[in-house]
């Protein structure tokens, strides 16, 4: 091993013990590295704000390739963001280099829960969790929608380990995320373009999926295109679709719903099918309220 090698090794090293040694506060839910600017950890109650781990760019750089490397994902200047489940287990990950972060690399380091989570840790009225049990139960589809970190994904896998277990589930991620946590369970996740390949998008897993015969299909959540494939797929008989979408209301969901009407989606006869439920904005995690679209 050469000094320069040895060096970059040990710093590695340090950064990825640093980080270790944050998480074994179990209150620390996030980790953020702002480039050399400044480090924030966020736990339930509180933020914290420390200096950087990195004290220039280049070295913050080559670290976020390196760590991208371990975990199997691309990240360079053709394709400048990435992250996923570790695999390793227990967090998930997300980074962003330059040309599209200009200031230097970004950071994301998250505890993940879902592996842990049951049912029970969410703030659920007994009306409430009634309502999805009765929708789910008839084989109808879902979205569960709420703003950034109000829990949308940790109560959707929540609802797959407590209904789903012995159930061909097809989860569908653009990053991988969600963990298998049954043999029958499979995972698609989106294939990025590259030098080679035009790649897999989300859409096209989606589309592929459906012809696996699975009782239920699981998409991450709903950003672009496979909004559309989701709705195209309750129209056309495939009922048993759940998913998260970054939605605070009705209002917001509909319309968007709404804009797909110009495809030519008959969606008379998903409002029919198709169900909401939305997190809690405030307090601990949860749900705020369940309605039905045909009711919207």
């Known amino acids: 091993m050469s000094s320069n090698q ?6 590695d090293d340090i950064v990825a013990n640093e980080m270790i040694r944050k998480f074994e506060d179990s209150s620390l839910n996030e980790l953020f590295i702002n480039g050399i600017h400044c480090m924030q950890l966020k736990y339930f109650d509180r933020s914290e704000q420390l200096p950087s781990l990195f004290s220039d760019n280049s070295t913050l750089l080559d670290w976020v390739y390196e760590f991208s490397d371990t975990q199997g994902a691309r990240l360079d200047p053709h394709f400048p963001a990435n992250g996923g489940f570790m695999s390793q287990g227990g967090f998930r990950w997300h980074a962003v280099v330059p040309p599209l972060s200009p200031d230097g690399a970004v950071f994301c380091l998250r505890r993940s829960r879902f592996e ?3 049912l029970l840790d969410f703030d659920c009225s007994v009306e409430h969790l009634s309502q999805v049990f ?4 008839k084989g109808l589809p879902i979205i569960v929608c709420g703003s950034t970190g109000t829990g949308k994904s940790s109560f ?6 407590h209904l789903y277990l ?3 589930v097809v989860i569908l991620e653009s990053i991988n995320e969600i963990p298998l946590l049954s043999k029958l369970w499979i995972k698609l996740v989106a294939v990025p373009p590259g030098l080679d390949s035009p790649g897999v998008s989300l859409d096209r897993a989606l589309s592929e999926s459906l012809r696996l015969s699975p009782e239920r299909y699981v998409v991450g959540e709903l950003r672009g295109n496979e909004l559309l494939n989701f709705l195209s797929a309750i129209e056309t008989g495939h009922f048993g679709g759940l998913t998260t979408l970054h939605a605070t209301d ?9 804009y797909l009407s110009k495809n030519n989606i008959e969606l008379r006869f998903v409002y029919e099918k198709l169900a909401l439920a939305f997190m809690k904005e405030q307090g601990n995690p949860g749900l705020a309220r369940f309605t039905l679209t045909k009711d919207c």
């Open 156 to 161: 959707l896998c929540a609802l797959l380990k």
């Open 134 to 137: 009765e929708h789910l139960e």
């Open 6 to 11: 040895k060096e970059e090794f040990l710093r």
């Open 250 to 258: 009705e209002h917001q969901v509909m319309r968007r719903l709404n």
């Open 116 to 118: 842990s989570l049951e």
């Open 166 to 168: 012995n159930n061909r």
